[in-house]
């Protein structure tokens, strides 16, 4: 299997990127299937079921809205999201959807988008199936899908192990842990992000995968931009109110304070204005996850504003070995928080920030593999337990505090020679361990944790 880093890095649609990035991309699946299949023209009407964490949480991360969107073929991708919750609206109020946003069919929203809180299909936590019937009621189609981390969907009949949309490329790195591509950096006399870009190149151009990378940088800023922009309470009915506009004008408005831990409070500000954005559905870079999507941009955001020389190709590279990282959490564990929790999402996000900014502060592939193993382990075991099934408490805040994390294990990365007790690899292998031995119900379920022990207001 092959993976690129424009696969662990995408634009998607908040709150999250296993409830709703990939609930939206599988409905649109189905629907493309209709059309490109000759059955759509046939069909009157089209049935959602969302399973296990998807139906357990789905109302709280917008997976029943996400299913309309994709099924009227819309993308997370390109979706307006300033009217993305009045198009579903529209749609359960005219009892209509277009599919593939042309054909017409009966639509009741209690009926034909169903979440089934108890029940699982059985490959993985996020499951959801879709059927097309004609005006007798009779199938013409029905497909399942898994949505298994970061936006990743696979076919509900692809094998139960598979953890990652099958791609053959033949890369010429190819490396499926930590020591194999450390021992590549080794024999190449290659740096960690060297090794990803020779592996890019396979798909795309250096220069076209600069340009991508740097219009998800563009995004990434664009999402600060905005979470420090809007004010007002978040929606859901936990009543969170915005932090991120209030810590930007206080920042700003103290330009002469001279608090050595003031680069700390910026990390914060970035990490909230970031996951703020993803709470309320906006334009979100998945990094590896919506959940977690403000760890990386809040560690880039410090590079680029107080590293000095920091420049576009730093935030190449930074990207760039970030991406080696969260490949390996992606074939070896988990980044859905469904299935391993919290750890698999914050987590991985941490250890490919650290890993990021060891690489770009000169650190050698050594150190980076340390400062990746340090943001990992010092996540083992984090729980995911939203409360009201809602990106929001404790997820914000858990992405700040992460952030501050990553950067600290990348510079005590840097005060030590690379070599450490515990290899990235095992850590990896623990929190697969972990996440297998964790109960059901503090993996994004909220039936444990903070989510039944803290009064939704």
């Not at 879709?130 to 497909?143: N, P, Q």
């Not at 709470?279 to 403000?294: E, K, L, Y």
Request: aromatic fraction near 4%; include cysteine.
């Amino acid at each position: 299997m092959a993976l690129s880093a424009l696969d662990l890095f995408s634009v998607g649609i908040g709150p999250s990127s296993s409830h709703t990035v990939g609930p939206m991309r599988a409905a649109k699946l189905f629907a493309d299937g209709l059309k490109s299949g000759g059955l759509l023209s046939s069909t009157t009407r089209v049935r959602a079921e969302l399973f296990g964490s998807l139906g357990a949480t789905g109302r709280g991360h917008g997976s029943d809205k996400a299913v309309v969107l994709g099924l009227q073929g819309l993308d997370p991708e390109t979706v307006d999201t300033s009217t993305a919750d009045d198009q579903v609206a529209a749609a359960a109020l005219d009892a209509e959807l277009m599919i593939c946003g042309d054909h017409r069919v009966d639509f009741n929203w209690d009926e034909d988008v169903v979440l089934h809180r108890r029940k699982s299909l059985p490959a993985h936590p996020n499951g959801m199936s879709f059927r097309a019937l004609d005006h007798t009621g009779t199938v013409l189609r029905e497909r399942s899908f898994y949505s298994i981390g970061g936006g990743f969907v696979v076919d509900g009949d692809a094998d139960s192990g598979d953890r990652v949309v099958a791609d053959d490329t033949a890369l010429p790195y190819p490396f499926t842990s930590a020591d194999e591509l450390l021992a590549i950096c080794k024999r190449e006399g290659m740096s960690i992000s060297d090794v990803m870009l020779a592996n890019e190149l396979t798909w795309r151009s250096e220069a076209e995968l600069r340009e991508k990378l740097l219009a998800l940088w563009a995004v990434m800023r664009e999402c600060v931009d905005n979470g420090c922009a809007a004010e007002g309470i978040l929606p859901g009915g936990l009543n969170v109110r915005r932090r991120a506009p209030s810590l930007f004008k206080t920042l700003t408005a103290d330009t002469g304070v001279t608090d050595p831990l003031r680069a700390m409070e910026w990390v914060n500000l970035f990490a909230l204005a970031v996951n703020e954005e993803n709470a309320a559905g906006g334009r979100i870079v998945t990094a590896p996850t919506n959940g977690a999507a403000g760890i990386v941009p809040a560690v880039l955001h410090y590079y680029v504003k107080f590293v000095p020389g920091a420049d576009e190709d730093g935030v190449v590279r930074f990207l760039l070995a970030a991406a080696a990282v969260g490949i390996l959490f992606k074939i070896n564990a988990s980044i859905s928080g469904a299935e391993v929790g919290c750890q698999g999402e914050v987590g991985s996000a941490c250890s490919m920030a650290a890993a990021g900014l060891c690489e770009v502060l000169g650190g050698t592939p050594e150190q980076v593999e340390n400062a990746a193993e340090v943001g990992i382990e010092h996540n083992l075991g984090l729980t995911c337990d939203p409360v009201g099934g809602l990106v929001q408490i404790p997820c914000i805040e858990r992405n700040a505090i992460a952030s501050v994390k990553a950067i600290n294990a990348a510079r005590l990365s840097l005060h030590g020679d690379g070599s450490h007790k515990v290899s990235l690899d095992k850590a990896i292998k623990t929190m697969r361990e972990t996440g297998a031995d964790m109960k059901t119900k503090y993996k994004e379920t909220s039936r444990g944790g903070l989510a039944v022990n803290v009064i939704e207001c």
